[in-house]
Antibody
């Protein structure tokens, strides 16, 4: 079964840091681009970051550029999102998602992990 | 940035009804548009890619059409399990992509 499982979400104070992880199974992780997408409470979807299969291309939304870092470890079938300088409006459910054509067309999603930024 | 405007923002329909949602882009995006379904408390699910192509395993009652700036998503015969929020998403302006604000669909 093709599956993505996120972890690492937590309650963190403004200005703090957090690292999210996403473990893939059931497919050849190293062949796929991956993305992070977030959803604030009661709001719509917001694309956050993209990484190509070899980590050769990395992109960020303007809202997180300079604060978030996406990375992957193909040997561990894992995707990461390092989040620094967190602010209240980073509060959201964070989803990792598979990107079969490297076009941010997202065909498999994890269940999400919740990040709450609050003092 | 390309803005995506969905309408309506919410709608109620009866089982068996034909349901249509529209998505308008602020500039020409060719066919670079996807549709996702998000059921309450769940992750989104890809239904349609490249404006009109059904993803694997998606029921044939779902369809999409359009190109340029105007797109349509249709459910030919609404089923109870279709209660969800539907999002369009453009990927013409890579690396930046944008989603519509969502259309919440429920059963009358």
């Amino acid at each position: 079964e093709v599956q993505l499982v996120e972890s690492g979400g937590a309650l963190v104070q403004p200005g703090g840091s957090l690292r999210l992880s996403c473990v893939a199974s059931g497919f050849t992780f190293s062949s796929y681009s991956m993305n992070w997408v977030r959803q604030a409470p009661g709001k719509g979807l917001e694309w956050v970051s993209y990484i190509s299969s070899t980590s050769g291309t990395i992109n960020y939304a303007d809202s997180v550029k300079g604060r978030f870092t996406i990375s992957r470890d193909n040997a561990k079938n894992s995707l990461y999102l390092q989040m620094n300088s967190l602010a209240d409006d980073d509060t959201a459910v964070y989803y990792c998602a598979r990107d079969p054509w490297a076009t941010v067309t997202l065909d498999v999603w994890g269940q999400g992990t919740t990040v709450i930024v609050s003092s | 940035d390309i803005q995506m405007t969905q309408s309506p923002s919410s709608l109620s329909a009866s089982v068996g009804d034909r349901v249509t949602i529209t998505c308008q882009a602020s500039q020409d995006i060719s066919i670079y548009l996807n549709w996702y379904q998000q059921k309450p408390g769940k992750a989104p699910n890809l239904l349609i890619y490249d404006a009109s192509n059904l993803d694997t395993g998606v029921p044939s009652r779902f369809s999409g059409s359009g190109s340029g700036t105007d797109f349509t998503f249709t459910i030919s015969s609404l089923q109870p399990e279709d209660v969800a929020t539907y999002y369009c998403q453009q990927y013409d302006s890579l690396p930046s992509v944008t989603f519509g604000q969502g259309t919440r669909l429920d059963i009358k």
